[in-house]
């Protein structure tokens, strides 16, 4: 006896079609919008009342004198603050979620020329627990935009902090704050004068409770390679031959916890500490006496990037405004294809055992 198997993927009837829909209905009815809207948003038109087959004539003039009421606002669909069952993936906290390089005019104290207004970089995230669907990103913003205009620097975060954790009811917050601080240096002999650029970013951290004031600064200098410089000399020396030790462009990026106990810990001292553990920053101003006084500085300075991290350690380890430090030094050799590197930490707060696959690509100076 033969048996006949149905054939599994067989379009279904207009009568089977019917009876599905009729059961899809009887369900949405009980159903809550958001429950309809995890499953899929579009059976909203097939309830009784939203049928539509097609969309109607809409208006293609902008209403420009439609106002919104409290009512009309409070009927907007917000689906970032809509309960867990519309959550995605894994109900898992996320420890950053914000914004990045939103920007805006900030007023900062300077040690030497008053206050200043720089544009400058937002970075501004809160944890989001597990059961949270999203945050209102918007809410970072006009944080901000309610601060930068009445006070400076840290106190803007401080204050923005204070009020989107409280808006967003996070637990953990953390903003940053990137601009380009102009600073006017002397040539080394000409006695002329220019403003060198540093980016210095300024970030704080709250973490169970705990806020950390922390201050990034990138120092661009020229490092002689000490091998280079004697086997240049062993040259001339030894067989009369002109040589000429390679050095580069290098970059530090130095990263300082403010101790909250001590007194202010400026833009400029942080820059005077680089200066001092190595001298020979790049220049801005540049006549032929400077120039060859920038060569003699190199050479009385021959660096590898170990002494770079070493150096610059030293002048944060002595000085009581700063708590735990990092040093990421980056030599980019005019000898090698690749770069010489060194990272020193001391301290909890930037220890890590894993590098961002992307750090020292970062610390590349573009002028």
């Known amino acids: 006896m033969n048996q ?173 704050m990137r601009l380009s601080f102009p600073m006017k240096v002397g040539s080394l002999r000409s006695g002329l004068e220019g403003y060198q650029y540093y980016d210095i970013a300024l970030e704080l951290v709250e973490s169970a409770g705990v806020r950390r004031k922390i201050i990034h600064l990138d120092y661009v200098y020229s490092s002689t390679c000490p091998c280079s410089l004697e086997l240049s000399e062993h040259a001339r020396q030894s067989r009369g031959q002109l040589a000429t030790p390679h050095s580069q462009r290098s970059v530090a990026r130095i990263s300082v916890e403010l101790n909250c106990d001590a007194a202010c810990l400026w833009f400029e001292d942080l820059i005077d500490m680089a200066r001092r553990a190595v001298p020979t920053e790049t220049q801005v101003m540049v006549k032929r006496e400077d120039e060859q006084a920038f060569a003699e500085l190199n050479a009385a300075n021959p660096i590898f990037v170990e002494d770079a991290a070493r150096l610059f350690a030293q002048q944060l380890e002595n000085d009581d405004r700063v708590g735990d430090f990092r040093v990421v030094a980056s030599h980019q050799e005019s000898l090698h294809s690749h770069d010489a590197v060194s990272v020193l930490t001391e301290g ?19 002028g």
């Open 4 to 176: 006949m198997t149905p054939k599994i993927d067989k379009a279904p009837s207009r009568t089977e079609a019917e009876t599905a829909l009729a059961r899809l209905r009887q369900w949405a009815e009980t159903a809550t919008p958001e429950e309809v809207a995890d499953l899929d948003p579009a059976i909203a038109r097939l309830l009784p009342g939203m049928a539509v087959s097609n969309y109607p004539d809409l208006s293609r003039d902008y209403p420009a004198d439609f106002t919104v009421t409290p009512d009309y606002k409070d009927g907007l669909p917000d689906l970032q603050n809509g309960p867990s069952s519309l959550i995605r993936g894994a109900h898992r906290i996320i420890q950053h979620v914000g914004i990045s390089n939103f920007r805006l005019p900030v007023r900062y104290h300077t040690r030497d020329n008053g206050d200043l207004t720089l544009e400058t970089s937002v970075t501004g995230t809160v944890s989001l627990e597990a059961e949270k669907k999203g945050i209102n990103m918007s809410r970072i913003m006009r944080s901000f935009y309610v601060h930068a205009e009445k006070t400076f620097s840290f106190e803007v975060i401080e204050a923005a902090l204070d009020a989107y954790k409280s808006d967003l009811e996070s637990f953990d917050a953390r903003i940053q």
């Open 348 to 366: 909890t707060l930037f220890a890590s055992e894993s590098l961002d696959p992307k750090l020292f690509s970062t610390l590349f100076h573009v």
